[in-house]
């Protein structure tokens, strides 16, 4: 866009403050359709249609939910208060990245990654956001996190979700503030920013965390 006065620029009202932009084409290949999909915090992802400039449209936006239980922490008083228990379904959305850990092969789709600071990393598959009749939704009306392609050929992929906090108090560490995908595959790695707890590089594949850093630290594994 410019600043200029006597330029022409183009914009769409989407449902709330952007905080991160990922551009994809899809389906993949000739006939697909280029789209802007938007972190929006707590409103959730927006999909905006590119193929017209000057003329974007919002096709859907849709929330993500979380829910981890288990958790121990320490109140302002110094007690220890365990089996406590996080869940929104209005995460807050802060980046998202899509992938293909697999390129070039039909069996392995596209996959979106999800930062949610809240919460972690949700990995779910692309057409699960962007299908023929809109987001797929979870009984909640949330984004279905199903990174499963479900073909009796491949592996199932079981892991579609990681919880990456940290109590030390009643306020966490440790969600996921910005990330991007670095390398080839299969040698893909996605680089998380975390906050107090520095810089987390996680296999988008498996979401596994490998090692972390921070200015007080080298690396370390996790």
Request: a negative charge; hydrophobic letters at 40%; aromatic letters at 8%.
């Amino acid at each position: 866009m410019s600043t200029a006065p006597e330029d022409l620029y183009y914009a769409v009202e989407v449902p709330g403050c952007i905080e991160d932009i990922d551009v994809v084409t899809y389906p993949e290949g000739e006939g697909g359709v280029r789209y802007a999909l938007l972190a929006m915090g707590t409103e959730g992802i927006a999909v905006v249609n590119l193929a017209d400039p000057a003329a974007m449209q919002l096709v859907s936006s849709v929330q993500v939910n979380y829910y981890q239980d288990g958790i121990t922490w320490t109140d302002g008083g110094g007690n220890i208060a365990g089996g406590n228990v996080i869940s929104s379904d209005r995460a807050p959305v802060t980046a998202l990245a899509v992938y293909d850990s697999e390129p070039g092969a039909t069996t392995n789709p596209l996959m979106l990654l999800i930062a949610d600071e809240g919460y972690g990393l949700h990995k779910t598959l692309l057409s699960n956001l962007l299908g023929a009749d809109g987001p797929v939704l979870e009984d909640d009306g949330t984004l279905l996190i199903d990174a499963d392609d479900h073909d009796p050929t491949t592996p199932p992929t079981t892991t579609s979700e990681v919880y990456t906090l940290q109590f030390a108090g009643e306020v966490p560490w440790g969600g996921p503030m910005g990330m991007t995908m670095y390398g080839n595959a299969p040698n893909q790695r996605l680089f998380v920013a975390m906050g107090f707890l520095g810089m987390g590089i996680f296999d988008p594949d498996t979401l596994e965390p490998l090692t972390y850093c921070n200015e007080n630290s080298a690396l370390n594994p996790w």
